[in-house]
T-cell receptor, first 115, second 115 residues
């Protein structure tokens, strides 16, 4: 069974440019998460979806970040415009139920470098 | 304010010996704890978890101990193998009702197992 798929794996852009990341969760997983991991830090949750509904986006910087999960499957995270401080690894994860019933399965992440 | 703390950024252990990774937390509402392992250029993978109603959970070479009064948990790996070399993240979950929860990661500890 395929794991969580993310693309692209790497992205280099200039500041003020837009960028988008794509995530395909494990089939049948109804919960999807986007995390940001800065160098030397643990992952920090940006947004969590239950099916197509964003149930926790309190940590998402809404002035420049947006996300969608159409049809409750794939998801896209967008940054517009990107800033230097957005350089990080963006991780997508999915789980069947809440994290205590079934653990989160992470994708390999997208490493973003903003110049 | 770091609610989940991994105070040792790195740890080196001889192959065959025991590895002990420590994690402290400050939020008394945390009631489920997880350890993740992360190899370079990959997403974190779930290793082992423990509920707050237990003080020990064992899975093969991996054992997690929880001391609620001290707000401390530890991961023991016995015997350590070179393939265990990775970054280990401690994570904790606090449920706030109505399906809401907070998942917080520590900064990670890089374990190096020396052959």
């Amino acid at each position: 069974e395929a794991g969580v798929v993310q693309s692209p794996r790497y992205k280099i852009i200039e500041k003020k440019q837009p960028v988008a990341f794509w995530c395909n969760p494990i089939s049948g997983h109804n919960t999807l998460y986007w995390y940001r991991q800065n160098l030397g830090q643990g992952p920090e949750l940006l947004i969590r979806y239950e099916n197509e509904e964003a149930v926790d986006d309190s940590q998402l910087p809404k002035d420049r970040f947006s996300a969608e999960r159409l049809k409750g499957v794939d998801s896209t995270l967008k940054i517009q415009p990107a800033e230097l401080g957005d350089s990080a690894v963006y991780l997508c994860a999915s789980s069947f139920q809440g994290p205590s019933q079934e653990t989160q399965y992470f994708g390999p992440g997208t490493r973003l470098l903003v110049l | 304010d770091q609610q989940v703390k991994q105070n040792s950024p790195s740890l080196s252990v001889q192959e065959g010996r025991i590895s002990i990774l420590n994690c402290d937390y400050t939020n008394s509402m945390f009631d489920y704890f997880l350890w993740y392992k992360k190899y370079p250029a990959e997403g974190p993978t779930f290793l082992i978890s423990i509920s707050s109603i237990k003080d020990k959970n064992e899975d093969g070479r991996f054992t997690v101990f929880l001391n609620k009064s001290a707000k401390h948990l530890s991961l023991h790996i016995v015997p350590s193998q070179p393939g265990d070399s990775a970054v280990y993240f401690c994570a904790a979950i606090a449920y706030s009702g109505a399906g809401s929860y907070q998942l917080t990661f520590g900064k990670g500890t890089k374990l190096s197992v020396i052959p």
